[in-house]
């Protein structure tokens, strides 16, 4: 009984360490112990391109690399099959590759206040994912495969200049879903 509550006392005053640090801010660091990366956050670090390093963390679920550069998406995202959370708001991207449907794990993608033209059909095979952010984007209609997101809880299209007939296009795809839709005012443009 004594030596559980040695044990006990190591553990609430910090005197053992039994997991490695899992979160990390800065990629040299990261790059030091690659299998125990679960959480990066690379906001506003001033990156161009997507890192290719990012290939080496395969325990990799929460990834932030908002408010950069970035103008694309690789065209291999095999090797982010854990990866649940991904934010790249905020930065100069233009389309989203067929390779998005490799992301099986992703529950929450973060794209608004990019430059997104094009959604490809391959997102509709996101079966997890429940919350998708294309605010202020030049988006102007969605895919028809997109029905098929079963998971899909919340869809964020704010901030996109969009008139009423692309809006209710959009409202019919997603009518027999339970999801939150969110449009701004539409406007009076063709």
């Known amino acids: 009984m004594r030596v559980s509550l040695v044990f006990l006392l190591c553990l609430l005053v910090g005197g053992f360490t039994f997991s490695q ?3 990390f801010t800065n990629l040299a660091e990261a790059r030091q112990t690659p299998d125990s ?3 990066l956050d690379l906001h506003r670090s001033q990156l161009k391109k997507w890192p290719e390093q990012l290939s080496e963390f395969k325990n990799l679920k ?4 908002s408010h950069n550069k970035i103008d694309s998406l690789p065209k ?13 708001t905020a930065n100069k991207i ?3 590759p067929n390779s ?4 099986e794990s992703l529950k929450i993608l973060k794209l ?3 430059e997104i033209y094009h959604v490809s059909p391959e997102i509709a095979n996101l079966k997890k994912l429940e919350s998708l952010e294309l605010w202020s984007n030049n988006i102007y209609y969605l895919p028809q495969e997109m029905k098929e997101m079963d998971g899909l809880r919340e869809l964020d299209l704010r901030s996109i200049q969009m ?3 692309h809006q209710d296009a959009i409202r019919v795809i997603f009518e027999e879903m339970d999801l939150r839709l969110r449009f701004s005012m539409s406007c009076d443009c063709d």
């Open 37 to 39: 990366v679960v959480y």
């Open 112 to 114: 608004g206040n990019n």
């Open 76 to 88: 291999d995202l095999s090797n982010f099959k854990a990866l649940d959370y991904l934010d790249l």
């Open 94 to 96: 233009d389309s989203l």
């Open 21 to 23: 640090n899992t979160h």
């Open 100 to 103: 998005i449907s490799h992301l």
């Open 163 to 165: 008139n009423i007939k």
């Open 62 to 65: 929460n990834l932030d690399l």
